[in-house]
């Protein structure tokens, strides 16, 4: 597409119904092209792999643990009815709700001070926030379980402020705890990218109207904000709900979550089939409640 | 753009002082394991009096040393080839009607969802099998390694950018861009000069997301790596059973020491560009 | 249109793939070992070796030994369990030829014919073996596809600063709460393995039936124990539980016997733990070096498993990582300290058993230990 062929096509946007359908086929057109190559990429490196994974949710786990792919059934399936199976799932809902919110309210204020300061001082402020997170997955969980141990660094803070011993290491508020820490920058990136994109001017009309800070946030701020909203809590959400290496590491596998049962099902029971068949579920329930929300009107996001 | 951005007496306060305390969140265990890196012990948590022994041994262990570059390797070849067609996607999703619009948007999320280890399993026995028909196919030899494990990154990145470009393009204006192509400006022009400025801080968030999970991800890489092409996760995870010494926290902080680095020569850069235009 | 024809490619292309790996799958569950070997000859190498080996359990001395003397280059990869190796073995195509996988694991490998038989002619060494070992152990019945690396057991090491010296050697420390306090066990202090075999496996020994079982009624009374025991559990833990031990979050844990011995030898105050496999009985096991059934260089990875087993080769293994060898020509060359460490090479070895894989019960033995974690 050159510049030459573009702009006769553009210049009669208003002129007549026919440039107007041929100006919308154009478009639709280039939408495809752009989606195209990511999408290429993702039916062969992606949505292949998945196709065997979903095939093997209706096969048969052999004695060896192996997995037989003749006689297709619905055994594996048949397990997710088993009343433990409810357990973990509502447990890991749970967990994963409180992490999110916690995130969206640590998050928020964060990125909408970061959208104050100026732009030279935002980047960088933006680059801190994910410097921690190239070093080490597991030597940061291990770090925080030193933090939290026995006479760890939080324990004698809290003494030294006549709170006493605290020891939550292997609780359910380090496994929270955890989480958060994990994917607090899943929540701030495109939190921020959003609210520094927000017109300010608005804002500002807000409060010389004489709106509260409350007021202008909650009518103002929140809705043009919502689409960063909606993906940190998407990229927050999804995450924590299959994490599993921190709640062991913190949470000291005291109970098992989604996560872990999926782990479990591959590697340790070595039933790739109910490992497959959960997988398979937990996509398939993430994806229709994605289409019913643009269905009911829901953005794109 | 230049709207003033002020936030009024107690806000402010309060705003700032939730920034200090995310920031204090979020360098505690790394104060804990730079600490720790210069402790003379083996066990993280027990110091041992100060040695620089740690950063030797990272001088003269070569698994390590060669652990780290294919993480870096494999995280930059990632990073680029998923911001690029992420924000291609997002771009498109974002602007464009076209048929299958709302299933494509769906299907983007699925990548995000899959559980790690489902999806390290898909992928072994994706690139088995298909390695294999290619080799057969083709009379090559080709093996999984570093070439492999770019690819399943890759896989997973795209919807991560894509996800975070879009909360940036979401309601954005297009009238300026519309605006500039009425001005003459080629498509390819318009979107250099107008859109990439503006959805620039979301591409930027997604590839800092995009090289997060590449230089975190653990068990996709370990299935989908060959003889020699173990990343530092991956050598680190199997460290675990006999004890993470603080050997891996030196080459942590010595990451991060360089990534600092490389930000403030970038920013120095920026600087220097900025004042020989003006 | 365009779009419907390139929709309708893909789906060609997804449907082919999910064939092919359909095919391939059935395909390598038939080949592999037939028993015969190799075609080597002792000493002979055919290019570089890649090592897929526990982290930690090579000397690297060993490995730059080995292509001094060979002229091979030699590369190590390491996994952290049995059961994230095999599936990147037996997908086949991993390019890896030598690993080092447990006793149950072996048996599982060979039935699926993931590795292949070793040519005895090409590994001479394989005659300082102990006896017992070289005569094969009951998941490799004729010692045909594997050679043992080293072996080890599993047991309760315990802080006895807390406890006090004369603490009885039993499972009840953890699975019986009257006799954890007799012994100043309070609170929660114990880690148990994150392993349903293991875990399973001691609460069954407790009870006194075989960790092998195959029993619906007894493994519901191992998992009633582990259920009761909940409140005195720190932390389900199968990596750093000799950490805990030595900074004192737990008192007593469950774990290897090698690990414990390199914790407590770097501890300050050594004298205060100790290692035991309890009088009720525990897991005995063993790693075994294999050859995969596609390794791309077979004759190297045979030349390496006999340069292992060299008897001074072997003792300088057990020096090394202080678990017990397999070599019996090694003896005289292993540090006496350590030969002598009831620890390392237990003086009664008859309430020990290897854990065998138990086929369609795995499946119960991981939802019991769900179950019972809650």
């Not at chain 1, 989606?35 to 792999?49: E, G, K, R």
């Not at chain 2, 080709?142 to 492999?148: E, N, P, R, V």
Request: hydrophobic share 45%; net charge negative.
């Amino acid at each position: 597409m050159t510049a030459v062929v573009d702009k006769p096509t553009e210049q009669a946007r208003s002129a007549t119904p026919e440039f107007e359908a041929a100006n919308e086929r154009q478009k639709r057109r280039r939408g495809f092209l752009l989606a195209l190559p990511a999408y290429a990429y993702l039916v062969l490196f992606f949505f292949i792999p998945l196709g065997i994974v979903v095939a093997y949710s209706f096969a048969t786990r052999t004695r060896n643990g192996s997995t037989s792919l003749s006689g297709w059934n619905l055994e594996a399936y048949r397990k997710l009815g088993e009343p433990i199976v409810s357990d973990i799932l509502v447990r890991s809902l749970l967990l994963a709700v409180i992490t999110t919110v916690i995130c969206l309210i640590v998050a928020y204020p964060f990125s909408y001070f970061l959208a104050t300061r100026s732009p030279a001082v935002r980047n960088l402020m933006l680059v801190f926030v994910m410097i921690p997170f190239w070093s080490n997955f597991l030597v940061r969980n291990y770090a925080w379980r030193v933090l939290l141990g026995n006479d760890g660094p939080a324990s004698q803070l809290t003494q030294a402020v006549g709170m006493g011993e605290t020891n939550i290491l292997f609780t359910q508020t380090a496994v929270v705890l955890g989480l958060v820490y994990g994917f607090l920058p899943f929540m701030i990136l495109p939190m921020y990218a959003a609210i520094e994109r927000m017109d300010w001017s608005l804002i500002e009309a807000s409060r010389d109207l004489g709106a509260s800070g409350f007021q202008t946030f909650r009518n103002v701020a929140l809705p043009l904000s919502m689409p960063g909203v909606i993906a940190g809590s998407i990229l927050v959400f999804i995450p924590s709900l299959g994490a599993y290496v921190t709640p062991e590491i913190l949470g000291g596998g005291k109970t098992t979550l989604l996560g872990s049962y999926i782990v479990v099902q591959f590697l340790t029971a070595r039933n790739w089939p109910v490992g497959a068949s959960v997988s398979t579920v937990l996509m398939l329930v993430m994806l229709l409640a994605a289409l019913a929300y643009f269905r009911a009107g829901g953005r794109t996001l | 753009m230049s709207t003033t951005r002020q936030l009024r007496g107690g806000t402010r306060w309060a705003l700032s002082l939730n920034a200090f305390l995310v920031y204090l969140f979020f360098y505690a265990p790394i104060a804990l394991l730079v600490f720790y890196s210069f402790s003379d012990d083996p066990l993280v948590g027990r110091w041992g009096g100060f040695t620089l022994g740690w950063y030797r041994d990272f001088g003269e262990n070569q698994e390590v040393q060669n652990a780290l570059s294919v993480s870096v390797k494999v995280a930059i070849i990632s990073t680029l080839v998923s911001v690029v067609l992420g924000t291609m996607a997002a771009l498109a999703l974002e602007r464009y009607r076209f048929r299958g619009n709302r299933f494509f948007d769906a299907l983007l999320y699925l990548p995000v969802i899959v559980p790690d280890v489902t999806m390290a399993v898909m992928m072994l026995l994706f690139f088995t099998e298909g390695l294999s028909l290619v080799n057969t196919v083709f009379g090559t030899n080709l093996a999984k390694g570093l070439a492999t494990v770019s690819l399943s990154h890759i896989a997973f990145s795209i919807s991560f950018v894509s996800i975070v470009v879009r909360a940036r393009l979401n309601g954005m204006n297009e009238k300026l861009e519309e605006a500039a192509q009425d001005l003459y400006a080629s498509r390819w022009q318009a979107f250099r000069h107008v859109t990439l400025p503006q959805i620039m801080p979301g591409v930027v968030g997604g590839g800092l997301l995009a090289l997060t999970l590449s230089l975190d991800d653990v068990v996709i890489t370990q299935f989908v790596s060959g003889p020699g092409a173990t990343t530092l996760p991956v050598y680190v995870f199997g460290l675990i059973r006999r004890g993470v010494s603080p050997l891996i926290n030196a080459v942590s902080v010595v990451m991060l020491a360089a990534s600092i680095l490389l930000v403030v020569l970038s920013l120095v850069a920026q600087r220097a560009r900025g004042e020989s235009a003006a | 249109m365009k779009f419907k024809r390139l929709l309708r490619m893909l789906a060609l292309l997804a449907a082919f793939t999910v064939v092919a790996a359909a095919c391939g799958g059935s395909d390598s569950a038939s080949g592999g070992g037939d028993g015969s070997g190799a075609d080597c000859e002792a000493g002979e190498t055919d290019g570089d070796l890649a090592i897929f080996n526990w982290s930690e359990y090579m000397d690297p001395d060993l490995k730059t030994a080995f292509t001094d003397e060979f002229g091979v280059n030699v590369t190590e990869d390491n996994y952290d369990s049995n059961e994230a190796m095999q599936p990147i073995i037996s997908a086949g195509g991993s390019g890896y030829d030598f690993i080092v996988p447990s006793d149950y694991m072996v048996s599982i490998l060979i039935d699926e014919g993931d590795i292949q038989a070793l040519n005895k002619d090409a590994i001479p060494n394989i005659g300082n073996l102990l006896p017992e070992f070289a005569s094969g152990l009951p998941f490799d019945p004729d010692a045909t596809y594997t050679a043992p690396y080293q072996w080890g057991t599993t047991g309760l090491g315990v802080d006895l600063s807390v406890t006090g010296e004369d603490v009885p050697r039993s499972w009840g420390l953890v699975f019986d709460g009257d006799l954890a306090a007799e012994y100043n066990l309070e609170g929660s202090y114990a880690t148990l393995l994150n392993d349903p075999r293991e875990t399973m496996g001691a609460a069954l020994k407790y009870l006194g039936y075989s960790l092998n079982t195959t029993s619906d009624a007894e493994l519901d009374e191992a998992k009633k124990l582990i259920i009761d025991a909940k409140d005195r559990l720190t932390a389900y833990e199968s990596d750093q539980y000799d950490e805990l031990l030595v900074t004192g979050e737990s008192v007593v844990a469950h774990g290897y016997s090698g690990n414990f011995i390199v914790q407590f030898g770097e501890a300050e105050n050594a004298d205060d733990y100790t290692y035991f496999v309890p009088d009720e009985g525990g897991t005995r096991w063993v790693d075994n070096m294999a050859i995969p059934a596609d390794a791309p260089h077979p004759c190297t990875a045979h030349t390496f498993i006999n340069f292992l087993l060299d008897a001074e080769r072997g003792a300088q293994l057990t020096n090394w990582n202080f678990y017990a060898s397999p070599n019996e020509a090694a003896g005289e060359f292993i540090d006496p300290e350590v030969l002598e460490d009831p620890i390392v090479y237990p003086t009664d070895t008859s309430k020990l058993e290897f854990i065998s894989d138990t086929g369609d019960f795995e499946i119960n033995f991981s939802d019991a230990f769900i179950e019972a974690k809650g």
